[in-house]
C-alpha cells in the first residue's frame, strides 16, 4: 500500500510566516524582564579597636562581721527582747534563761562558804591559842603543828568555797544573753518557753562597720586573671547610689549545686542606702584587648559557626568569613578573631544573600 504524497505549501501560508515571525519575536523581547540590579546593603570598614569587656552581677550587702550568739549554759527561754532586723547596742539584753537552777546553786555555793569561813575562823583561834601555849612551854609540839595543819585546811576549803561561789554568780549571769558588738538581727533561732543547750545560736547579729557585697560568680569567670580587682557597685532599687568596692575574699571552694563561688567584695566608704540586706549590682571591668567591635546584624551563621559577609572590593561579590567571637553584647558582638582592618563587611541585610552575589553597599562607620 503506496503512502500519500504531500504537497508542498502553499505560496499565500509562506509568505503569512516570513511576516509574522518578526513580529513574533519581537513581541518575546518586549515580554523579557531585565535584570535585578545589586541589592543594596549597610556596610562598614574594619577597624580594629580596645575593647574593655564589663560583667554585672546581682548580689547582697552583708556585713563584713557577722557573730552568732549563743548561751554558755542550757535551760529554758524564759523571755527575749529583741526580733529580726532591729538594731541592738553593745551590752544589750537579747534573751534570757530561767535563772531559778543556777539562783539555787548560788545559794547553795554562800551557804557552803559560810560553813567553810567559820570552821576557819574556829581553826584560827585554836591555832593562836596552842602557839600561845607553845611558847610557855605548856602545849607539846605535836599538838600545834595539828592545830597548823587544821589551819591550812580550813584556809583551803574557805578558798575552794569562793571559786564556787564566783563559778555559780557567772553560771547564774550566763543564764542573760548580752549582744557584744552593736548591729542589726539578722537571724532568730529560738522562742520563749523552748528549752537551748550550751552553744545553741541563738541569734546572729550583722555588726555595725565595714561592709561586704557579696557575689555567687560562675566558676569560669573567676578562672581569669584578666578581671580588675576594683568593682562597682550599685543599689539595684536606685543605680545612681554607687560604691567602689575590692575583691577581698574568694572562696576556695566551688558551690556543688550551683557551680559558683563565692566572692566577697569590700565596700569602701558605702552610702546609708546599701543597708544590710540590700540588693547590689556588681560591674568589673576586664583588662583592655584589641578586637573588632560589629553590629548584631552583622551575625551571620555558616554551617552552625559565627560568620559575616565580606565583600570584595573590586568586582562588589560577597562570600563568607568564619570568624571568632569574644564576647555577645546587646547591640553589638565582639570580634577576636577572623578579620583584618579594612576590609568591608556587610552590617544589614546579609540575611538574604547568597556567596557570589552581587550587592551595591552603603558605608556606614563601624565603632
Same mark, same amino acid.
Given at each position: 500500500m503506496?503512502?500519500?504524497?504531500?504537497?508542498?505549501?502553499?505560496?499565500?501560508?509562506?509568505w503569512?510566516?516570513?511576516?509574522?515571525?518578526?513580529?513574533l519575536?519581537?513581541?518575546n523581547r518586549?515580554?523579557?524582564?531585565?535584570?535585578?540590579?545589586?541589592?543594596?546593603?549597610?556596610?562598614?570598614?574594619?577597624?580594629?579597636?580596645?575593647?574593655?569587656?564589663?560583667?554585672?552581677?546581682?548580689?547582697?550587702?552583708?556585713?563584713?562581721?557577722?557573730?552568732?550568739?549563743?548561751?554558755?549554759?542550757?535551760?529554758r527561754?524564759?523571755?527575749?527582747? *529583741?526580733?529580726?532586723?532591729?538594731?541592738?547596742?553593745a #551590752? =544589750? &539584753?537579747?534573751?534570757?534563761? !530561767?535563772?531559778?537552777?543556777?539562783? %539555787?546553786?548560788?545559794?547553795?555555793s554562800?551557804?557552803?562558804?559560810?560553813?567553810?569561813?567559820?570552821?576557819?575562823?574556829?581553826?584560827?583561834?585554836n591555832?593562836?591559842?596552842q602557839?600561845?601555849?607553845?611558847?610557855?612551854?605548856i602545849?607539846t609540839r605535836?599538838?600545834?603543828?595539828n592545830?597548823?595543819?587544821?589551819?591550812?585546811?580550813?584556809?583551803?576549803?574557805?578558798?575552794?568555797?569562793?571559786?564556787q561561789?564566783?563559778?555559780?554568780?557567772?553560771?547564774?549571769s550566763?543564764?542573760?544573753?548580752?549582744?557584744?558588738?552593736s548591729? *542589726?538581727v539578722?537571724?532568730?533561732?529560738?522562742e520563749a #518557753? =523552748? &528549752?537551748?543547750?550550751?552553744? !545553741?545560736?541563738v541569734?546572729?547579729? %550583722?555588726?555595725?562597720g565595714?561592709?561586704?557585697?557579696?557575689?555567687?560568680?560562675?566558676?569560669?569567670?573567676?578562672s581569669?586573671?584578666?578581671v580588675?580587682?576594683?568593682?562597682?557597685?550599685?543599689?539595684?532599687?536606685d543605680?545612681?547610689?554607687?560604691?567602689?568596692?575590692?575583691v577581698?575574699?574568694v572562696?576556695?571552694?566551688v558551690?556543688q549545686?550551683?557551680?559558683t563561688?563565692?566572692?566577697?567584695?569590700e565596700?569602701?566608704?558605702?552610702?546609708?542606702?546599701?543597708?544590710?540586706?540590700?540588693?547590689?549590682?556588681?560591674?568589673a571591668?576586664?583588662?583592655?584587648?584589641?578586637?573588632?567591635?560589629?553590629?548584631?546584624?552583622?551575625?551571620?551563621? !555558616?554551617?552552625?559557626k559565627?560568620?559575616?559577609?565580606l565583600?570584595?572590593?573590586?568586582?562588589?561579590?560577597?562570600?563568607?568569613?568564619?570568624?571568632?567571637?569574644?564576647?555577645?553584647?546587646?547591640?553589638?558582638?565582639?570580634?577576636?578573631d577572623?578579620?583584618?582592618?579594612?576590609?568591608?563587611?556587610?552590617?544589614?541585610?546579609?540575611q538574604?544573600?547568597?556567596?557570589?552575589?552581587?550587592?551595591?553597599?552603603?558605608?556606614?562607620?563601624?565603632?
Open positions: 503506496t503512502s500519500p504524497v504531500q504537497s508542498p505549501p502553499r505560496p499565500n501560508v509562506i503569512a510566516l516570513v511576516v509574522f515571525l518578526p513580529m519575536t519581537a513581541c518586549d515580554n523579557e524582564k531585565p535584570p535585578n540590579p545589586p541589592m543594596s546593603v549597610l556596610a562598614g570598614k574594619v577597624v580594629t579597636t580596645s575593647y574593655s569587656r564589663t560583667g554585672r552581677i546581682t548580689g547582697e550587702v552583708r556585713a563584713k562581721v557577722q557573730s552568732d550568739l549563743s548561751f554558755q549554759v542550757s535551760g527561754i524564759l523571755e527575749r527582747t *529583741v526580733s529580726v532586723g532591729d538594731h541592738v547596742a #551590752g =544589750q &539584753v537579747l534573751a534570757k534563761l !530561767d535563772p531559778t537552777e543556777k539562783e %539555787a546553786d548560788l545559794k547553795s554562800e551557804a557552803s562558804l559560810s560553813a567553810a569561813e567559820a570552821v576557819l575562823r574556829q581553826a584560827e583561834s591555832f593562836q591559842r602557839q600561845a601555849l607553845l611558847d610557855k612551854q602545849a605535836k599538838e600545834y603543828d592545830a597548823q595543819e587544821t589551819l591550812r585546811t580550813s584556809q583551803a576549803a574557805v578558798e575552794v568555797a569562793r571559786n561561789v564566783e563559778t555559780s554568780r557567772e553560771q547564774l550566763y543564764t542573760i544573753l548580752k549582744s557584744e558588738k548591729g *542589726v539578722t537571724a532568730l533561732n529560738a #518557753g =523552748q &528549752v537551748v543547750q550550751a552553744a !545553741d545560736t541569734y546572729s547579729i %550583722a555588726e555595725d565595714p561592709r561586704d557585697a557579696v557575689f555567687d560568680l560562675d566558676e569560669s569567670v573567676m581569669s586573671n584578666d580588675d580587682p576594683e568593682i562597682t557597685i550599685s543599689l539595684v532599687s543605680p545612681s547610689i554607687s560604691a567602689k568596692g575590692v577581698r575574699e572562696s576556695p571552694t558551690d549545686s550551683s557551680g563561688i563565692r566572692v566577697k567584695v565596700i569602701q566608704n558605702p552610702p546609708a542606702a546599701m543597708s544590710f540586706g540590700a540588693a547590689v549590682v556588681g560591674e571591668t576586664w583588662k583592655p584587648e584589641k578586637a573588632v567591635i560589629l553590629p548584631a546584624e552583622a551575625l551571620f551563621s !555558616d554551617n552552625g559565627p560568620a559575616v559577609w565583600i570584595d572590593p573590586t568586582d562588589k561579590k560577597v562570600s563568607l568569613r568564619s570568624i571568632s567571637i569574644n564576647s555577645y553584647e546587646t547591640k553589638t558582638i565582639v570580634v577576636s577572623g578579620l583584618k582592618d579594612g576590609e568591608m563587611v556587610v552590617t544589614l541585610g546579609g538574604l544573600l547568597h556567596a557570589g552575589e552581587i550587592v551595591n553597599p552603603v558605608e556606614e562607620a563601624l565603632k
